[in-house]
């Protein structure tokens, strides 16, 4: 038996932010604070499981107080008043239900309020379930001399100046007893205080969620209600799944009941192995139920604590299961979740939706089952925050669901789910032929009419004999003889010409508008084939309400069209279109929907959308909803039923291929990665299984610091990733998100590096958004990258894979011929000095040579961008000295930059210093010349002129543990000024000294590296 309380309102309560918390013995529930509010209305309902009718419902209302909720006991609530109502009185009423009643609060000692008055509150109290006519039997029949107005006098009866002799008692100790307990009870003092009152939170979990269902008897299994609920046979056809998607579609080698004995039978050892492996605690799953109203059902009530993530705690879950089918063709289970404790959590329940259908049996008699498990979102009330909530509930459940997926795969027998010949199959059966639709589209009230009105002219024409001439009428021409006549021809014209018009317009849309349903896709490749099933509340500019919608389909440039349905804002298609072969694999579809209006009238469109294969599975795109886009579409909540399936009908093969063309354009061998590397990319990102990495690059993301990691490359995405101290991050776009590429020079922010500038299209890529510096002024994202090692074969082949996915053909010659002069401008660039390193040595004069004590090997390591070059330049005065490592620019000469700094000891101006160096060996002497420009920024005439340097490294032939090491050094004038010969001999002077101070640290450093001293 179960105690259902409703707590409605309370009046004249002092307390403007208030709530009512019930005890029922040691259950505890509350309702939810109204604030601002003497006259607070709540409208909830609790339900308390009864045990003995000695017990009592306490109603407390408290006065919640903010400002005391940081004390050091937290105590943020007083006691306003409270009435106790016991559970006989409520059993003496007709039906064992106590109709709405005014109570009357007592005033305890412990609130302080200047009001004598503590209010009343408004409860509705009633008996269900087992045990209740027994009840009725013992007290109602005893106390038939109770009198009938005592469930209105409520009020009277809790306040102390109530004559008690109103009521008679009737004879019997026992029930004097009881009744004389209860009222003294009622008449006393309260004794509990406030910390009495809450001092326990104890309560039960359940008691806010069972119902008057029937429990089974102890000798009754689930699985035998499963078969009396069979038994009841229905011809009720299996729901739609819900619109959120699917998140599991497979197909296993089990039986259907098996299945479901297997997922929801009470205790399931896989429900309990689901729970460890996803941290979930506290798992109580209730016994399931039975309710009989219009049709029969399951209940069941699951509660869990889900563990804590890295933006939530851990929060409760509360699972109602509700199993609405069970017949010989399967099963469906409806799952609502409710979360309270997560943000907005009472704004939205999770739907679920499980399908468990009868599948083909295998060849030796196996039967199979069928799972379907689809998800959706009931808001309970509107909030602005419904993007965040599905998208936080679509990821929440994917990963969920990813592991209910494996765990029952690794516990039962897969079977191949996506079935797309037979479904595609069953399309082409249920293609409507032309006569159908022109059956359906004419026969209305006008076309019906206006045949009748026509059939029956035609008829009096025949019957009618020749008349005599009358008024203006002459032979050849007869007249309407009367106005009714002439009204009834003037409507049969009206008609006849509305016919006119649905049948030139349904001509054609049926002729004109062909239908792309049908064609088959041509050639080996990735194909793409769109099955388009229906659409639902399509928005129509008539104001008559009618509409005749097509879809068009545009992938890779490629389009389909669908066939023209006529005067319907819920289209049904059931139309297969699909893609000729392509050399790549799709990123998007992009779907449009359009208002025919003839051939030559402009088209009127009703919504658009994009699919992005990228971020869906195949199982998704196997069954999904497409949300239209746009004012209208928006505002009438448009949607398109789509099945998509994409898939490479030659294998690996075309992949192979797509690889050898983009070497092409790449002009560096591209290989196929291994299996396993193209798992662990698809995994770092998400991606689907059919995407494949062509290439990846050491690099660093630039923002407001720079930030280390690696870029990846696929037909379709580019994608980074970097992991530093356990923070990571990652994002990726799409090609077709990309709106311009641009080569940066290298500069001190750039560490001597060129710069690879990404620039996103305005609104695309938004997803990526935390790994841009910046926004420009027209919206786009912009993407810095830099460091590449090396930088021009990373170049080349993001700006191929760009140019093969996003321009036409003629767009892409136009702008390989513009990058070659930009390559051209930027080798000239990139190889900054490199025109002047040719200056004629007469030009250069020596500025100083020495011999070094030490082989050629350890004075080249002063070249190598290692720790001895560091640590000389360093204590040279060089700040922020950074070097590229030497790349290969034809045989024999290699090249690289460097970037620093001068100090303030070197120079005042503190520049900053960027440098070329080249280096080839010495003919066979086995020596080495390194050539060097530098180029001085934020000097006075830095931008005059160059300094050049020349060092050759020679062998002593008569000392092999030595070299001869000869410095020169020559300016090269870009512009002149009068202070030529002055600058000229200040960086003379300036730099024979430096270069000499430079030699003499590389012998102290390499002798103090050999250990030994310096001399």
Known sequence: ????????????????????????????????????????????????????????????????????????????????????????????????????????????????????????????????????????NHLVCTNASVEPGYSTEIEDFHDPSHDASKMKIPDGNKLIKTIA???????????????????????????????????????????????????????????????????????????????????????SQFIRDLAELQSTTDLQDGPWTRKSGDISCLNRVVIYTKAATKLLKAVKATEEQTCIKADKRGYVVFVSVSTPDVPYGNTFKVELLYKIMTG????????????????????????????????????????????????????????????????????????????????????NFTVVSAIFMALYVILHILLCEPCKLRGLEFSGLDLPDSFGELITCAILVIHLERVYGMVSHFVRARVQRGSDHGLKAQGDGWVLTVALIEGVSLASLDSMGFLDPYVVFSCNGKTRTSSVKLQTCDPHWNEVLEFDAMEEPPSVLDVEVFDFDGPFDQFTSLGHAEVNFVKHTSTELADMWVPLQGKLAQSSQSKLHLRIFLENTNGVETIKDYLTKMEKEVGKKLSLRSPHRNSMFQKLFKLPPEEFLISDFSCSLRRKMPLQGRLFLSARVVGFYANLFGYKTKFFFLWEDVEDIEVLPPSLASVGSPTLV????????????????????????????????????????????????????????????????QDGNYSQLEDAGAAFLNVESAKMSK?????????????????????????????????????????????????????????????????????????????????????????????????????????????????????????????????????????????????????????????????????????
């Open 181 to 267: 307990n209860r009222l003294e009870k009622l008449f006393n003092k309260y004794e509990d205080d406030l910390r009495t009152d809450d001092s326990s939170p104890t309560s039960t979990s359940m008691s806010e969620y069972e119902d008057c269902a029937e429990e089974f008897p102890s000798t009754c299994s689930f699985e035998e209600a499963v078969e009396t609920m069979q038994s009841e046979y229905s011809e009720d056809e299996f729901p739609e799944n819900l619109q959120g998607g699917i998140l599991v579609n497979q197909t296993y080698a089990l039986s259907p009941k098996d299945l479901l004995m297997f997922i929801f039978a009470p205790n």
């Open 360 to 443: 083909s049996e295998l060849s030796l008699g196996e039967e199979t089952s069928h799972l379907v498990v689809s998800w959706g979102i009931n808001f309970l009330q509107s909030t602005m925050m419904r993007g965040m909530i599905e998208g936080g509930a679509r990821q929440g459940l994917l990963e969920s669901f990813n592991h209910f997926s494996k765990l029952l795969g690794q516990n039962l027998k897969t079977l191949d789910v996506l079935d797309k010949d037979s479904f595609l199959t069953s399309l082409e059966t249920g293609h409507k032929s032309d006569w159908q639709l022109a059956i359906k589209y004419f026969w």
């Open 847 to 1015: 500025i100083y040579s020495a011999r070094i004590p030490f082989d050629i090997k350890s004075v080249m390591k002063m070249f190598d961008g290692g720790i001895l070059e560091h640590t000389v330049m360093g204590k040279s005065g060089c700040l922020n000295y950074v070097t590229t490592p030497w790349e290969a620019q034809k045989s024999d000469v290699y090249e690289r930059h460097l970037l620093y700094k001068f100090n303030h000891h070197i120079s005042i101006f503190g520049g900053e210093v960027a440098c070329t160096q080249q280096r080839f060996p010495l003919g066979n002497h086995g020596g080495w010349v390194v050539d060097e420009v530098m180029t001085l920024h934020d000097v006075p005439f830095g931008d005059h002129f160059r300094v050049h340097f020349k060092y050759q490294m020679e062998k002593q032939q008569t000392e092999p543990c030595s070299c001869k090491c000869d410095v020169h050094m020559g300016i090269e004038w870009l512009r002149s000024t009068k202070f030529q010969q002055r600058i000229s001999r200040n960086i003379t002077d300036k730099f024979a000294k430096r270069v000499k101070e430079i030699l003499q640290l590389l012998e102290t450093e390499i002798s103090l590296a050999n250990g030994n001293p310096p001399r």
């Open 758 to 821: 990404i620039v996103l299209k305005n609104g695309r890529g938004m997803d990526a958004r935390h790994g841009a510096k910046s926004q420009d002024e027209d919206g786009r994202l912009r993407f810095y990258f830099q460091s590449f090692v090396p930088f021009g074969v990373a170049s080349r082949t993001i700006m191929a894979l760009w140019r093969t996915r996003t321009l036409a053909p003629e767009q892409k010659a136009q702008i390989a011929e513009e990058q070659q002069g």
């Open 1 to 136: 038996m179960r105690l259902y309380v409703y707590v409605l309102e309370a009046s004249e309560v002092p307390a403007k932010d208030s709530y009512v918390k019930l005890k029922f013995g040691k259950l505890k529930s509350k309702t939810r604070i109204l604030k601002k509010s003497e006259n607070p209305v709540w409208n909830e309902e609790f339900v308390f499981r009864v045990h003995d009718i000695e017990e009592e419902l306490v109603a407390s209302v408290f006065q919640y107080d903010d400002d005391f909720n940081m004390g050091f006991f937290n105590s943020s609530r007083e006691l306003a008043g409270r009435v106790r109502v016991p559970v006989w009185s409520i059993v003496a009423e007709e039906n064992q239900c106590l109709p709405p009643t005014w109570f009357s609060l007592e005033k305890t000692k412990t609130f302080k309020s200047g009001f004598k008055y503590s209010g009343k509150i408004l409860l509705t109290l009633s008996l269900h379930g087992r045990g209740h006519d027994t009840v009725t």
